[in-house]
């Protein structure tokens, strides 16, 4: 780090300096000042969380019946919000994603693809250590992994890289490690329901766990044309 | 006294041009008529001030142009211009640093300090002119002349053996009885020219600063090299690491004197039999910061599997590259608490372990076919500019209307018929379609699909298609 940023640090520091920080920006109350946090783009579930949003410096963790339920949908629009107001240290790193992410679809939800990095580790060990480079690295506005599993000392690991990092980490597990504990400040499960997913909050700081109602668009039915061959 | 290189080599370079406005003599003339005196010999002070020196210990030995080069860096602390004369000498041109360190006494006896102080014996002289400080220095003269008049007077003494002129040139110097440059110089021009080639006739006048003579301005070696041998062969990597750090902190102390930077560094690691080891690393961007450069190579080290001890470990650098200045986001400590890293850091540390393929971007490719509708970006951008083409394609992205899934399969997995039965009676449901999808024909890869959204039993939401040509159903992506 430049001299100068370090002093500015410093002046920051003061007590008797007042800033307006980015989180007081949202003009939601109730949180510490120096963590941002991105409204995750539905009501339902922002009231639902303490600050109104996705927590950053800290790891989320979501655990997931299946893939494809929406879990990436659900961070996107903080993504792409976060982008927007960092700016230059707002970079996204994918890390063991499942498929190929889809840039055009990627764009079309607003995210920046100059800023967005893939990383494609050979072992379970290379992605938690690629996480934890990324999370601590200060440049990025948030950190998606990917993991079957893992260890309860690499999650703290992690952890305490997105508390220097300041970044939104987000973990995603199979649904079995359900009944493990872990560090994450909020845990997430995405399970199939009848006609949406479902999503229930397992673990989160500050509120209360329980199911959350998402509101999704009223799908048609199959219609004639998808027919049988 | 320190400037640019590339500045020297120009200083150098006007220098011989004014020198070159002054009359030649025409090659085409077998033997010119003594030139004139110079204008500025006329006068008490010559333009240039050369300071000679030679080094007798460096005489014999096989490569010593290593062994130059470096005193040439040393003597860069006095004056910009420095050219290396091989084999054992170094010309300085001191004229403009003379005021600078008081007197031209002051000025020689703290060049000749500098030999003293490395433990080197050293013959220095100083004269207006490139070969009679050259040649006094040569002859063990310690002199000191500022005055182009006196040169021919302190010149005649010289024995001719220090024109260091070729062996044949001096035996047959000797059997006329010509011992001394005077006597030399009494001869006819005339005869020295045929006898001896215009050259000589040419050194002489060099030499009385009546002809003025090029010189090569050394510039710095524009690569990074440095080795270091072991005692004993090195297996642990740990003690690799340990030799390497003060190399690296030397290099970017190389490349900060040039204020240069490099975006590629290549480690050599030699053993005994089995061919040497080059590990190479790239950059994600020019730097010459010690921390990156280091943070790199130790990354990329302690990944290395050792095939043999070591017994030397060089390291180079890549080609320079001047460093641009980047402007200081003053409000960058406030983006993340950390802030320790830039994003540039960031990439080639992870690139680093994991190689160069793993870390990679994404952008959108305006095409129709969803296969080819992004690439991979190797070459990342890590400045603030973000690329103009792709903001016109994501533009033209926002206009179709059919979202797009967040995963791509690499390949479309087909749908057997059990599979979409089972889709018609787990109340799966058509969200969108068809939209169809019918490019590619000029490529031999053309596609003619109906793509829908179908929401799943549960809750996955897919997108299938269905080949129009074959009917076969297939899903191609995953709305994650």
């Avoid at chain 1, 992994?145 to 999650?155: A, E, F, Q, S, V």
Wanted: with cysteine.
């Amino acid at each position: 780090m430049p001299r100068e940023a370090l002093s500015l640090g410093s002046i920051l520091a003061d007590a008797r300096v007042w800033k307006l920080s980015l989180s007081s920006r949202d003009a939601s109350a109730g949180h510490s000042p120096s963590r941002p946090v991105w409204s995750t783009g539905r009501s339902a579930l922002d009231a639902r969380l303490p600050g109104g949003g996705w927590p950053t410096a800290s790891l989320i963790e979501v655990l997931l019946d299946a893939p494809g339920l929406g879990e990436v949908q659900l961070f996107l629009p903080a993504l792409a919000q976060s982008q927007k107001v960092l700016g230059e240290t707002s970079w996204l790193v994918w890390i063991a994603p499942p498929h190929e992410p889809f840039a055009p679809a990627l764009a079309q939800h607003g995210i920046d693809l100059d800023r967005l990095l893939v990383v494609r580790p050979i072992s379970a060990t290379e992605a938690l250590w690629a996480a934890e480079q990324a999370l601590a690295s200060g440049v990025c506005a948030a950190v998606l992994l990917w993991l079957k599993g893992t260890d309860d000392r690499w999650l703290r690991r992690l952890k305490l890289a997105a508390q220097a990092g300041g970044a939104l980490g987000v973990l995603f597990r199979p649904e079995r490690h359900r009944f493990e504990s872990s560090p994450a400040a909020l845990r997430l499960l995405l399970t199939r329901g009848d006609d949406s997913p479902r999503l229930d909050i397992l673990k989160v700081q500050g509120g209360r766990p329980g199911p959350v109602e998402l509101d999704c668009s009223a799908p048609v039915a199959l219609s004639a044309n998808f027919e049988l061959t | 006294m320190r400037s640019r290189v590339t500045a020297r080599a120009d200083l150098f370079a006007a220098a011989e041009a004014a020198e070159a406005r002054r009359p030649v003599p025409a090659p085409s003339a077998a033997v010119s008529p003594p030139p004139p005196p110079q204008q500025q010999a006329a006068r008490s002070r010559p333009r240039q001030l050369w300071y000679a020196v030679v080094f007798p210990a460096l005489g014999g030995a096989q490569s010593n142009d290593v062994s130059l080069e470096r005193l040439c860096l040393h003597a860069q602390r006095f004056t910009p211009w420095v050219s290396i004369e091989p084999p054992d000498a170094l010309l300085l041109e001191i004229r403009g640093s003379i005021k600078l360190f008081g007197s031209l006494a002051a000025l020689h006896a703290d060049i000749d300090a500098a030999w003293n102080g490395l433990k080197l014996r050293a013959q220095s002289s100083t004269a207006p002119s490139t070969l009679a400080a050259l040649w006094l220095a040569r002859a063990g003269q310690k002199a000191l002349i500022d005055d182009a008049g006196l040169l021919a007077g302190q010149l005649a003494k010289l024995p001719v053996a220090c024109t260091s002129w070729d062996v044949s040139r001096l035996s047959t110097l000797r059997t006329m009885g010509v011992s001394r440059i005077g006597e030399l110089m009494r001869l006819p021009r005339a005869g020295i020219a045929r006898r001896f080639g215009r050259a000589a006739v040419l050194d002489l006048d060099i030499a009385l600063a009546r002809q003025p003579s090029a010189r090569r301005a050394f510039a710095a070696r524009e690569q990074f090299r440095e080795r270091c041998d072991f005692e004993t062969e090195v297996e642990a990597l740990a003690y690799l690491q340990k030799a390497l750090e003060p190399i690296i902190q030397r290099c970017a102390q190389f490349l900060r004197e040039r204020q240069a930077g490099v975006q590629a560094l290549e480690i050599k690691l030699k053993h005994r039999t089995r061919p040497v080891t080059r590990i190479r690393l790239g950059l994600a961007s020019v730097t010459g910061d010690p921390g990156r450069l280091a943070d790199v190579s130790m990354q990329k080290l302690s990944r290395l599997e050792l095939a043999a001890p070591i017994l030397s470990l060089e390291l180079r650098s890549g080609r320079l590259q001047p460093l641009s200045a980047d402007s200081l986001d003053v409000f960058a400590c406030l983006g993340g608490a950390g802030g320790r890293d830039t994003a540039p850091q960031l990439v080639e540390r992870l690139r680093a372990r994991l190689g160069e393929e793993a870390v990679y971007g994404i952008c959108p490719v305006p095409e129709h076919r969803p296969e080819a509708a992004w690439q991979r970006v190797h070459a990342l951008q890590t400045g603030g500019v973000p690329h103009a083409v792709r903001r016109i394609h994501r533009r033209a992205d926002d206009a179709s209307d059919m979202p797009r899934p967040i995963w791509l399969l690499k390949e479309p997995a087909r749908l057997a018929a059990a599979d979409i039965v089972e889709l018609h009676r787990s109340r799966s449901m058509l969200e969108e379609g068809p939209e169809r999808i019918e490019s590619g024909w000029w490529d031999g890869k053309d596609v003619a699909r109906d793509y829908y959204i179908v929401r799943h039993a549960g809750g996955a939401r897919l997108w299938i298609f269905q080949e129009r040509r074959s009917k076969c159903w297939y899903v191609h992506g995953v709305f994650a």
